[in-house]
T-cell receptor
Framework: DTGVSQDPRHKITKRGQNVTFRCDPISEHNRLYWYRQTLGQGPEFLTYFQNEAQLEKSRLLSDRFSAERPKGSFSTLEIQRTEQGDSAMYLC??????????????FGPGTRLTVL | GQNIDQPTEMTATEGAIVQINCTYQTSGFNGLFWYQQHAGEAPTFLSYNVLDGLEEKGRFSSFLSRSKGYSYLLLKELQMKDSASYLCAPGSSGNTPLVFGKGTRLSVIA
């Protein structure tokens, strides 16, 4: 296991369609984060999990967005009824949560979503 | 809340030294991360400072002053491949999600 992987790397969809992205974290990393990044901005937090529990959701995460991590390993992010404003890079990151100072988050390559 | 400020763009010459500053205001501060992000790629970890002072790692060094809410990333002997965005992110205790600055886009020119 060499790092965080995400699938697909690119997704083009029409407005109104549903899309689902997958993230596989580094093995044994129990924290998993989803971020969204638009051009010229830093990544913005969407939601995160500790094992299978979803601990926090950003106000950016409208009710069209849902995320799961059913077995505490991979996670999925689904966007329903996509809008053009959803076009962005969706990044996944994981960390080990060893305790103490914040642990480094390692990012996957991202899924670039384009909504036409 | 959190407030992070870094310059939007910088240009420097190959072989030179550049310093990228970051000021922040955050609650529960527990260290500061710097990430590098090449265009179209994911952020990659560069450094993490929890104590005041300068930490050197090859051509890259990072400085932190907790009392001033200030950090900088120092890049020496610039190479063309250093052209990228550099993201500052203060960390909080408890491994809460990172809040990133908008990033500084560095262009290295010949």
């Amino acid at each position: 296991d060499t790092g965080v992987s995400q699938d697909p790397r690119h997704k083009i969809t029409k407005r109104g369609q549903n899309v689902t992205f997958r993230c596989d974290p580094i093995s044994e990393h129990n924290r998993l984060y989803w971020y969204r990044q638009t051009l010229g901005q830093g990544p913005e937090f969407l939601t995160y999990f500790q094992n299978e529990a979803q601990l926090e959701k950003s106000r950016l995460l409208s009710d069209r967005f849902s995320a799961e991590r059913p077995k505490g390993s991979f996670s999925t992010l689904e966007i329903q009824r996509t809008e053009q404003g959803d076009s962005a890079m969706y990044l996944c990151a994981s960390t080990e949560l060893a305790g103490g100072p914040p642990d480094t988050q390692y990012f996957g390559p991202g899924t670039r979503l384009t909504v036409l | 809340g959190q407030n992070i400020d870094q310059p939007t763009e910088m240009t420097a010459t190959e072989g030179a030294i550049v310093q990228i500053n970051c000021t922040y205001q955050t609650s529960g501060f527990n260290g500061l991360f710097w990430y590098q992000q090449h265009a179209g790629e994911a952020p990659t970890f560069l450094s993490y400072n929890v104590l005041d002072g300068l930490e050197e790692k090859g051509r890259f060094s990072s400085f932190l002053s907790r009392s001033k809410g200030y950090s900088y990333l120092l890049l020496k002997e610039l190479q063309m491949k250093d052209s990228a965005s550099y993201l500052c992110a203060p960390g909080s205790s408890g491994n809460t999600p990172l809040v990133f600055g908008k990033g500084t886009r560095l262009s290295v020119i010949a």
